[in-house]
């Protein structure tokens, strides 16, 4: 067979003809994209990279409504748009559905203590393995809700959203107790996925796993930690070349004293003149007892001795900055369209930012219509996830899985596993990083393991379960309509010398037209 599994074409970058979105366009139609996706394989294209991957619900609705319409749908996404029944069910079942975080992270730490005064080495084994499993349940409830979601939510762009807006604000899972607080710091994240910049910043600096993560529970007067400080400008925000300095760093770090984690259910003792500064919310806590009140500088610009409206005044300053425009702008592109993203292409989306105050929905409409995005359709190579998440969806359609294990270890074997960075930056969005050749034959294993219907995706995750075997019909209409007039000759070639439906079924998986989006 002549079928080249490790065949990958990178994504050239086009001059565009575009011109700048205006902040009011949101709502208006998405000029030139109508004429640029008229046959169903366009279609397909456009729906593979808005989505998580095309199956044939997306593909219909394009077609029913329109490229215009479905793009402004997924840009503003209807708030009670439901999952299906049997996913919500699934979800509500989870422990992390009927624990409010703060109650469980109290549980957990009550469950860690009572392991102090124990002496006892078997025994103490014993109950730090349990404490282990339990910090691990609602990890693994969050990243299974996760994949639930990105395979059948209807609101398919912000769940995209969300995992990037995630691996941009990454936390380290296995960082101190961060485990339970996972699935409400997505939450958190996704309430914002598409709107403003500085409204999704906020909810980042002030959730308990980002200032556990980055240490800025441990930052007080007269004993300062510039983790939080140093990579809210260099990852966050302004970018490794944003023109601060390393005094801005100290200075930030400075302005961020006092923001941190309170487990217990007791108000810390604060002298009375500083009560009344004192916030709480859930976890998060300000503490003005620890917190810097002397004055300080950033940017070149004061700020105002205030408390905990500092970070508020930082974090409006940060989110404005031009260099914050770019630095987003940037990745956006990356993440949409792949390497090779243009100066030109960034400098308009930052323009759609700074003229619009943020609103990520303008940058991405603004992104949508350009001739780069167009000319990248196809071609930008899929992530783990994103390959992981399409072959499923395009697989088994609107059949609930019953068990998202498999795609976790999948995600685990290829280097990508959901909130697995150690590091703070996130994982890279680039193809470089996911062409291997270990990669790519790990992507033929999940292709036959789906590809035949022996995954275990319909196996219940619980002991003593049998599995429940599920042949995915790839060679459906989906696939005569769109799919096969997109397929490269050598894939075509390829799928002709399949010998069993299965065989097809991995061909198909594993071709490079496939790993493509």
Known sequence: MGFVLATVEKPMAFPSRSHMVPVAALG????????????PVQRLQLGNRISWGIDSRTLQRVSTVGVDRYLDEQLRPDPAAPLPP???????????????MPQLVRQLEAQRKAMDPIHDEQQKKALQDAYQ???????????????????????????????????????????????PMLADYEDAVRAHALGRFRDLLGAVAHHPAMLRDLDNDQNAAGHINENYARELMELHTLGVNGGYSQKDVQEVARVLTGLGVNQGDAMPKIKPALQAQ???????????????????????????????????EVLDRLARQPATAHFISRKLAIYFIGDGVSDALVERLAQAYLHSDGQIAVVLKQLFRSDEFHA?????FKDPIHYVVSAVRLAYEDKPILNAGPMLGWLGRMGEPLYGRQTPDGYPLGQAAW???????????????IG????????????????????????NALYY????????????????QARSPQEWNTYFLASPDFMNR
């Open 435 to 449: 062409v291997s050749s270990g990669q790519m034959n790990t992507r033929f294993e999940i292709a036959k393991a």
């Open 86 to 100: 049997a996913i919500q069910a699934q979800i509500d079942a989870m422990q992390i559905s009927r624990t409010p």
């Open 481 to 496: 309509q769109a799919w096969q007039p997109a397929l490269s000759a050598p894939t075509r070639d390829a799928l002709t």
């Open 133 to 179: 499993k339990a910090l691990n349940a609602p990890m693994r409830e969050a990243a299974t809700r996760s994949l639930l979601r990105d395979l059948y939510s209807p609101k398919q762009l912000q769940e995209q959203m969300t995992w990037f807006w995630m691996n941009h604000f990454s936390v380290f899972s296995y960082k101190a107790n961060i485990r």
């Open 452 to 475: 035949s219907g022996s995954a275990g995706l319909f196996k219940l995750d619980q002991p003593n379960a049998t599995d429940a075997p599920a042949f995915p019909q790839l060679q």
């Open 278 to 312: 004192y916030r709480r919310a859930g976890l998060f806590e300000f503490n003005p007892g620890r917190h810097d009140y002397g004055p300080k500088v950033v940017l070149g610009a004061p700020i105002r001795s205030s408390g905990l409206a500092e970070t508020d």
């Open 376 to 380: 990248s359709l196809g071609r930008d």
């Open 28 to 39: 208006m139609l998405v000029a030139g994209i109508a004429q640029a996706a008229e046959t």
